[in-house]
């Protein structure tokens, strides 16, 4: 546990050095909550977040892009997920389209076509399925 705080602290996220004795304690428990050790989720998040480049990445054929205007992370997605890596989350969502557009089964984790469009305009992408 200490060798954790001192990368925090070292990183700047701890806005001050845990006491000694809270961090005996700490150590004594199995399981200690972030709020419990001064940590703020958000400071982690913005640590390790990475934002997507100023152009898009390649997009799969047929489908046309709208928007791209990434925005900065960490960004939330649906009701549990969180993203941090903006542009991998691009990358792989459009990776995900193209394999279920092409009628791969499996493919995307069991999103639709019309999840996986949303995923990605709640990130600052917006592209259209062009019909054939």
């Known amino acids: 546990m200490q060798d954790y705080n001192a990368i925090l602290q070292a990183r700047g996220l701890y806005s001050k050095p845990m ?23 958000d400071d982690i998040l913005r640590a ?12 799969p054929s047929g489908v046309r892009l ?13 009701q549990c997920a969180i ?7 691009i ?10 557009l ?5 493919a995307s984790g069991g999103w639709t076509v019309p999840q996986l469009l949303d995923h990605l305009r ?5 592209v259209e399925v062009e019909k054939p």
Not at 68 to 78: G, L, N, R, V, W
Not at 92 to 100: E, I
Not at 122 to 126: F, N
């Open 19 to 41: 006491p000694e004795t809270d961090a005996a304690e700490a150590m004594s428990h199995d399981e200690t909550s972030l709020e419990e050790v001064g940590i703020q989720i």
């Open 48 to 59: 390790v977040a990475v934002q997507a480049p100023a152009l898009p990445p390649p997009l």
């Open 66 to 78: 709208v928007l791209y205007s990434p925005k900065m992370p960490p960004i939330a997605i649906e």
């Open 83 to 89: 993203v941090t890596n903006v542009d991998l989350f």
């Open 91 to 100: 990358r792989s969502t459009l990776a995900d389209l193209k394999a279920k």
């Open 102 to 106: 092409n009628g791969a089964t499996g």
């Open 122 to 126: 709640q990130v600052g992408v917006v």
